[in-house]
Each structure stands twice: as C-alpha cells, then as structure tokens.
C-alpha cells in the first residue's frame, strides 16, 4: 500500500546536474527518514544521503558531499536529491526507501523498507 517512487533520472555529460524526486504515496509513523542508495552494476548498494522528515537533518556519503544535496517537502510527501558536478562514477541506479525508527543509524541498507523501483543515472565523460 505504501509506495516510494522515484524520478529524475537520466544520461548527461560530466559536470551536469540532476534533480531527483522521491513521492511517497503516504508518510507512516515508524518511519523517521527518507534514504537514497546507489547501486552499479556489479557492486553493492551504496548509501548516498538521508534526510528526516521531522527535522530536516541531512546525512551524506563522503563521495557526494559538496555535490549533492537533499530536501524534502512535507506537504507533498516528496524528497530531492539534488546532484550537482556529476561524475562518471555517480553512474548507477538510484532507490529511495523509508528508514525506520528502530535501527541504530541510517547509513545500511538493512534499516530501511519500502523501497522504490529506482532510477537510472548515467554520467559519461
């Protein structure tokens, strides 16, 4: 019942930049956060950011900081993910998923549920 669908994604150039979007279809009580992973073919999944609902606190990835930027609007039961200064490695598959209240941090994977389809970036030199 609960969806997390993401959007935005695309095949640019080195340098450029990409808004993602992530519309929840409903925000639930035991979820405290919203977390965008990166997954590449032939690697594991990757966490990029997370940001809380409550607050707005954001959390990064060492390799997207100064790069990337997440928000989120309330009302609209979205979240964004704004890339700037793409780089050929950003290339991957992008998922955002509800992080629930009862894990211990927000940086595995293991912590979240309702996970969208995913969105492709492609970044080419």
């Known amino acids: 019942q609960v969806q997390y669908v993401e959007s935005g994604g695309g095949l640019v150039q080195a340098g450029a930049s990409l808004r993602l979007s992530c519309v929840v279809s409903m925000q639930t009580a035991d979820s405290d956060a919203v977390g965008w992973f990166r997954q590449a073919p032939g690697k594991q999944r990757e966490f990029v950011s997370a940001i809380k609902w409550r607050t707005g606190t954001a959390y990064y990835a060492d390799s997207v900081k100064g790069r990337f930027t997440t928000s989120r609007d309330n009302a609209k039961n979205t979240v964004y993910l704004q890339m700037n200064g793409l780089k050929p490695e950003d290339t991957a598959i992008y998922y955002c998923?509800?992080?629930?209240?009862?894990?211990?941090?927000?940086?595995?994977?293991?912590?979240?549920?309702?996970w969208g389809q995913g969105t492709q970036v492609t970044v080419s030199s």
């Open positions: 998923a509800a992080h629930m209240y009862a894990r211990t941090n927000y940086f595995q994977p293991e912590g979240y549920h309702y």
